[in-house]
């Protein structure tokens, strides 16, 4: 009979009922046995008798069955783990079933899911409605979102290119000037910029790289280099004059010339 079906009754029975005699029509009973629960369904047994003018009978029984489940299953989905960062491998139908569970009154529900359109650029989403249908077709009905970061480009990064001459004994850049005159951009959002300084090479001719790199939000990076060069002289330079008194030594050798 089915789900949550209108119940037979005595007379519903005799109803359906026929006999046929050879002496006469036979008069046709029936009597309904206590209802039980039998292996998640409801049997109920009517037994129907026919009895003809000389009470000689004929008597059969009639058992219907039925399940009685007005009751929706208890459907769990997977609440944590739904947020899944940068360019992941993608949940499907069977996962998602998987992860799920539901419990019944009656019996084991069935768990389905269909999945919904993925939304967005940079950052996406897909939702996906489970559901879980008990033998009778009651249904528990949920929905699971996953969110993740679909970007697999690199920043673009600018660094200085000009002003690389420092000159003579300059102030020296530092990482934050260097950040600070550097600028990148990003398909899905503002990177973050970052400097390593090197070390200072040279004597008074003298250079540092600083390693700049631009990360986006996926970890994805562009890396460039910027070289400073200066000269360091403090030192003042040793000066040297003639010492020879040459003024004396002429005057003595005119001194000598004769006069006219």
Excluded at 47 to 72: E, I, P
Excluded at 208 to 229: I, P, R, S, W
Excluded at 248 to 260: E, K, L, N, T
Aim: charged share 10%; glycine share 6%.
């Amino acid at each position: 009979m089915g789900c949550n079906p209108t119940l037979q009754t005595v007379a519903g029975v005799v109803a359906a009922s026929s006999a046929t005699d050879n002496c006469g029509t036979s008069t046709i009973t029936a009597v309904a046995e206590q209802s039980r629960v039998l292996a998640g369904k409801i049997p109920q047994t009517f037994t129907v008798t026919a009895t003809d003018g000389r009470t000689n009978t004929d008597v059969k029984t009639v058992t219907y069955t039925w399940s009685d489940d007005a009751v929706n299953p208890a459907l769990t989905v997977p609440t944590t783990g739904l947020a899944l960062g940068c360019n992941p491998t993608l949940p499907t139908v069977a996962s998602v079933v998987a992860a799920s569970s539901a419990t019944d009154n009656c019996g084991t529900p069935t768990i389905t899911a269909v999945a919904g359109a993925i939304t967005g650029t940079c950052s996406k989403s897909q939702t996906f409605t489970v559901t879980a249908t008990d033998g009778c077709t009651n249904t528990d009905v949920k929905t699971v979102t996953y969110t993740w970061s679909d970007d697999a480009v690199n920043p673009a990064l600018t660094v200085p290119t000009t002003g690389l001459a420092l000159g003579c004994n300059p102030t020296l850049p530092t990482v934050a000037g260097v950040v600070a005159a550097s600028s990148a951009t990003d398909n899905c959002g503002t990177p973050t910029i970052t400097a390593v300084a090197g070390a200072i090479t040279g004597t008074s001719s003298k250079n540092t790289n600083l390693t700049v790199t631009a990360t986006d939000g996926c970890t994805n990076t562009d890396v460039k280099t910027v070289t400073y060069t200066w000269s360091d002289d403090a030192v003042s330079p040793a000066l040297t004059v003639p010492t020879t008194d040459w003024h004396w030594a002429v005057i003595r050798h005119c001194q000598q010339w004769p006069v006219w």
